[in-house]
Structures are given as C-alpha cells and as structure tokens.
C-alpha cells in the first residue's frame, strides 16, 4: 500500500470513466490547480489512508468537459470533490466531519477507525 502520491493530472486518466476513478482508491480528492488540500493529505498521511489527488484543469475542452461532467454527478460545483470508497461525501468540511475521521480533543490530533466505510 504505497501512501504518499503525488498529483495526478486529469487529461492522463482521460478515456476512463470518473466513476472508475473515484473507485481507484480509497479516498480520491479531485482539485483544481488551485485547490488546497494540504491538510486533508497531512490528515491521510497521518492515518495511513491510501489516496489518490486528480487535478483537474481548465486549459482544454477536455478538461473543462471532465469537469462538468463530474459537477453534474456530484451535484456540487466546488473544489475539492472527495470520494471515499468511490462514494462522493462532499468538500473540505464533510471529509472533516466523516464519522471514520474525528478529532480526539482540542490537541488537533486524529484518530482513524479502522478502513474507511
């Protein structure tokens, strides 16, 4: 289970299909390239959750159509999208407020139980 990933763009997954790849990993994040989502990956690290980060960007037609197809399956047109376990929770609070991702107190420390569901 290989944990750091780096961005992957989006035009080099075209041809398959969005859900196939927000089913690729146990949390799959996709962002614009101006997305921030440095402390949802801290916070993947940290519990040792495998993810993928897909960029999606907006300089070709390809691109721009990915993205609103994944806005018309989502139904949300902001970033980042998150999916655990291929089903789509939402932004960067829903991932936070996820039952498997809870703060222990006011020390900002997380815990994990168990796999994602």
């Not at 780096?6 to 075209?14: N, Q």
């Not at 040792?48 to 721009?64: A, F, H, L, N, Q």
């Not at 159509?65 to 829903?94: A, Y």
């Amino acid at each position: 289970m290989m944990l750091a990933k780096s961005t992957i763009a989006y035009d080099k997954l075209i041809g398959r299909s969005l859900d196939d790849i927000a089913k690729s990993e146990e949390v799959v994040i996709f962002v614009s390239a101006l997305t921030d989502v440095r402390m949802i990956v801290k916070c993947l690290l940290y519990l040792r959750i495998p993810y993928k980060v897909v960029e999606m960007g907006m300089s070709s037609i390809k691109d721009r159509v990915g993205f609103k197809r994944l806005r018309t399956m989502t139904n949300w047109g902001l970033m980042p999208q998150i999916f655990i376990n291929g089903q789509f929770i939402g932004g960067v609070d829903e991932f936070f407020d996820h039952p498997e991702i809870i703060p222990l107190d006011n020390t900002h420390k997380l815990k994990h139980r168990g796999r994602l569901q």
